[in-house]
């Protein structure tokens, strides 16, 4: 009876979760990743799942959700002509070799090594959202090798070590090269692709200790399939907020939560 309580708080904090993360990824544009990885280890922490590889669950299952959403969204930016497939071609073969590098380094650390890495970047990540200026510009083009590489392996190993898509990293970073923002956010959601497919494909080899039931690998299939179903439902409520009132202000106060939740995260293994 206790297991099956606890089958069921589960799904229901799942369904929650899932829920939020599709309303603020419509509304603020942000990756889901951003949001779930820290739901999904509060969550399964909270159930008593938290073994000492918990953090490489909550990774890989935000990554395995990714393949399906960016999937999705770059098909629908295509359909606008809005993609850039040259970015996409150049810098994808380092996004997919970084990503697997990333999935190789990330199960072989500890939970407390990734929620130290989720912490410091995604506390930047939250600085950046508050206080970066639109207006600000590395270059006035995309840039070329040899600097195209080692940015485009930065975005692919940090964004699979914190099972996040391209979008966190990959929208400021191209629109710092002077792209614009809709097709920054476009051509983005085929870096979620290009990163999420392949690191799940590592994270499924390498079961994870302590891992929630009906876990695969590392990937737990209720959090993916749950999540999946309530994202794809709410992120056009979050689409239809972010058109009726404006989203700046929100913007912030996402990025003053997103830096508590990382700062917390941070303070769960140092203090």
Known sequence: MAEILSHWQMILALVAIGGFAGVV??????GGGIVLVPAFFYCFDALGYGGGQIMQVCVATSLATIVVTSLRSVASHNRKGAVDWTVL???GPWLVISAAIGVFVATRVSSQALQVVFGVLAGLAGLWMAFGRDSARLGAA???APLRAALASSVGFFSAMMGIGGGTFGVPLMTLFSMPIHRAVATASGFGVLIAVPAVA?????????????TLGAVNGPAFLVVIGTTLLTTPWGVKLAHAMNPKPL???F???????ALN??????F
């Open 255 to 261: 990025a003053v939560f997103l830096t508590l939740v």
């Open 89 to 91: 071609k150049s810098w």
């Open 251 to 253: 913007k912030r106060a």
């Open 25 to 30: 990824g419509g509304l603020l544009g942000v």
């Open 142 to 144: 995309m840039p070329g």
């Open 202 to 214: 590592g994270f499924l080899l390498v079961p994870a200790e302590g891992a929630p039931p009906y």
């Open 265 to 270: 995260m941070l303070r769960k293994v140092f």
